[in-house]
């Protein structure tokens, strides 16, 4: 008999911000998917399941989606957390060569937006009392410009576009859509994240009934902190 307990999964799980999402939603009575290059399907248990995949080929997301679908059922919260960066000289953020922006944009965008459609197209089908969340791992490039980081800048305005736009579109129907970005406390990046102040956070706006500030930038020990002035 299948089990009636909720799914999460996790795109882009590594050792840091996947372990600590997995491992709290796991101690809520959640069965976890995990999706990585470097998943391995030997690790497979009853309550979680890693997929590997690589999502600088976004048709891998639709596989993984239909994956976790056969193997746990429908996920309720999905996170997407992978990305890539390429870094250039900071007087120079043009010399980065298409071949690495285009494979930066296709990890960092367009798997999310793809991811974003799948998660979507399954909350559909979910009971309105499911939490039917979905939470990308941005930074402060949306909202300024690092001239070595232009890749990864382009890549995560992108996603915090269509995060912003789903969160309006899709909130009467009760899906709730994030962008979390940790800070520092003076607003700042944070650079080197908390999985566990992630963790925290990502619980939290699953477990949350409405929808929230599309934009959760949020800092260690303290939670969601507005920084729109910064
Ligand atoms: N707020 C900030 O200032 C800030 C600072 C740093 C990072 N971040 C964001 O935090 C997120 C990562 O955090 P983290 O600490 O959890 O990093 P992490 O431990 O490196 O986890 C990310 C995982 O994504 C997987 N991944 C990377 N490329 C992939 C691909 N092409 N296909 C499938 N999986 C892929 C990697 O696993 P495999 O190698 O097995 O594929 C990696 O373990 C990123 O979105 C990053 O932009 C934010």
């Given at each position: 008999?299948?089990?009636?307990?909720?799914?999460i999964?996790?795109?882009?799980?590594g050792?840091n911000?996947?372990?600590?999402?997995?491992?709290?939603?796991?101690a809520?009575?959640?069965?976890v998917?995990?999706?990585?290059?470097?998943?391995?399907?030997?690790?497979?248990t009853?309550?979680e399941?890693?997929?590997p995949?690589?999502?600088?080929?976004?048709?891998s997301?639709v596989d993984?989606?239909?994956?976790?679908?056969?193997?746990?059922?429908?996920?309720?919260?999905?996170?997407?957390?992978a990305?890539?960066?390429?870094?250039?000289?900071?007087?120079?953020?043009?010399?980065?060569?298409?071949?690495?922006?285009?494979?930066g944009?296709?990890?960092?965008t367009?798997s999310a937006?793809?991811?974003?459609?799948q998660?979507?197209?399954?909350?559909?089908?979910?009971p309105?009392?499911?939490?039917?969340?979905f939470?990308?791992?941005?930074?402060?490039?949306?909202?300024?410009?690092?001239?070595s980081?232009?890749?990864?800048?382009?890549?995560?305005?992108?996603?915090?576009?269509?995060?912003?736009?789903?969160?309006?579109?899709?909130?009467?129907?009760?899906?709730?859509f994030?962008y979390?970005?940790?800070?520092?406390?003076d607003?700042?990046?944070?650079?080197?994240?908390?999985?566990?102040?992630h963790a925290?956070?990502?619980?939290?706006?699953?477990?949350g009934?409405?929808?929230?500030a599309?934009?959760?930038?949020?800092?260690?020990?303290?939670?969601?902190?507005?920084?729109?002035?910064?």
């Open positions: 008999m299948p089990s009636t307990s909720p799914v999964l996790i795109l882009g799980a050792p911000v996947g372990q600590h999402v997995a491992r709290a939603f796991a809520k009575g959640y069965r998917a995990l999706a990585a290059r470097r998943a391995k399907e030997a690790d497979n009853p309550d399941v890693h997929i995949s690589d999502f600088s080929d976004p048709n997301v993984v989606f239909s994956k976790v679908k056969a193997l746990l059922g429908i996920p309720s919260v999905v996170v997407y957390n990305s890539s960066l390429t870094a250039t000289p900071p007087d120079d953020p043009l010399s980065l060569p298409l071949t690495d922006f285009t494979r944009t296709t990890i960092t367009t937006f793809v991811a974003a459609q998660a979507a197209l399954g909350f559909s089908q979910l309105d009392s499911a939490s039917r969340t939470i990308y791992t941005g930074n402060i490039l949306n909202t300024i410009t690092l001239p980081f232009l890749g990864l800048g382009v890549g995560k305005s992108g996603a915090a576009h269509i995060i912003q736009s789903a969160a309006a579109a899709y909130k009467d129907r009760g899906y709730k994030y979390g970005d940790e800070r520092k406390v607003g700042s990046a944070a650079f080197k994240v908390d999985g566990e102040a925290k956070l990502y619980l939290e706006l699953a477990e009934e409405t929808q929230r599309w934009q959760q930038t949020f800092v260690k020990d303290v939670g969601y902190k507005s920084f729109s002035a910064v």
